[in-house]
């Protein structure tokens, strides 16, 4: 079970599916559009987390999903099964 005083508010992180490299999602996402605050994990995690930095300017719904929506393109490039409006959806009943 998850505890709202473990999360953290300034960053989401989300795994990559077995298979896919977190490097090469968050640099497709990236080259979609360079200003999304996304950025793969560092040292042993960086083949397998997302990061998706949104504190500051970066502190809004808008560039949650937007970064949602690279990533889902970038996934779906990988011939993965996205489900973006499941990803937004989630994102937004969690905002606060």
Known sequence: ????RHAA????TLRAPAGVDAR???AK???ADPS???MAGGGPLAAE???I?????DATRGVV???LAALGAALAEHGRPVDLEGARRAAGENWV
């Open 36 to 38: 999304l605050p996304v």
């Open 29 to 31: 996402a990236l080259a």
């Open 9 to 12: 508010p300034v960053a989401n």
């Open 24 to 26: 090469d999602l968050v």
């Open 1 to 4: 079970m998850h505890e709202a």
């Open 65 to 67: 999903q937007s970064s």
């Open 49 to 51: 987390m997302i990061r």
């Open 53 to 57: 930095n949104h504190y500051g300017v």
